[in-house]
């Protein structure tokens, strides 16, 4: 059993893990950027009415690049994640352009206890949550690379971003974000259902200085690692983050 959460069992019969249990922040570490381990500076991550959020009205007078992430204590490689989630309200003030309706899902993430005290995002895959603007195509469930790199159509991609091909999903609505993981031999995105995005060969960038400080104890390929979610300075809501581990 993980994190003292139960096992809920969908329609289709599969056991699904409740990785947040609708109540408080059991299982989960913060690391905020220019703050320890595991200080929650400004009640950034918190509970409230069984949504987990992703908050700025505390202590932060400014938002100076305090990109913040929520680890999930164990590490996973082979699994379908699902995550429902929300952007609310307004950025925080001083919040950079690019992170309006702007957060993320880290997968095959560094441990936490890796990360500098100054580190901006862990070397990890990013996938991507965009919500619409209320004007432009800006799909989510993208892929962004921080300290990494991936192989999509046999072709190694060092840009930071690729976009999926799905939907824009403007103002507050709910949607639903599954990660299916089958360590470094094939990752898919689905948003809603619908697979947007496919990739292979996860693996840290040797052209990165942290990431080489990595490959110095590990292999380049990345088989499995943390999960995080993301705070970027725009308010972000999760109501609902499961995991299905499957067969390796």
Request: glycine share 12%; aromatic share 8%; with cysteine.
């Amino acid at each position: 059993m993980l994190g003292g959460a139960g096992h809920a069992a969908d329609k289709d019969g599969e056991k699904w893990i409740p990785l947040f249990n609708g109540k408080n922040l059991d299982g989960w570490v913060v690391k905020i950027k220019s703050h320890p381990l595991g200080e929650n500076f400004g009640d950034t991550f918190r509970v409230e009415d069984g949504i987990l959020k992703v908050r700025y009205d505390r202590k932060y007078k400014k938002f100076r690049g305090q990109f913040g992430h929520l680890f999930y204590k164990e590490k996973f490689s082979h699994y379908r994640l699902r995550v429902e989630y929300r952007f609310v309200g307004e950025q925080a003030d001083g919040g950079p352009g690019w992170a309006i309706r702007n957060s993320g899902i880290m997968i095959h993430g560094e441990d936490p206890e890796t990360m500098g005290k100054d580190q901006d995002f862990p070397a990890s895959i990013e996938v991507q949550l965009l919500g619409g603007n209320g004007t432009d195509e800006r799909p989510t469930a993208n892929i962004c690379t921080p300290g990494t790199n991936f192989v999509m159509n046999g072709e190694l991609i060092t840009q930071h971003c690729t976009s999926s091909k799905s939907k824009t999903y403007h103002g507050d609505q709910w949607v639903t974000v599954e990660v299916e993981v089958h360590g470094s031999k094939l990752i898919r995105h689905k948003v809603n259902g619908e697979t947007v995005l496919e990739y292979t060969e996860p693996q840290l960038d040797d052209s990165d200085a942290h990431a080489r400080e990595l490959l110095a104890k590990r292999p380049k390929l990345l088989e499995g690692g943390t999960i995080s979610l993301q705070s970027e300075s725009h308010p972000v809501e999760f109501r609902k983050v499961e995991l299905l581990k499957l067969a390796e």
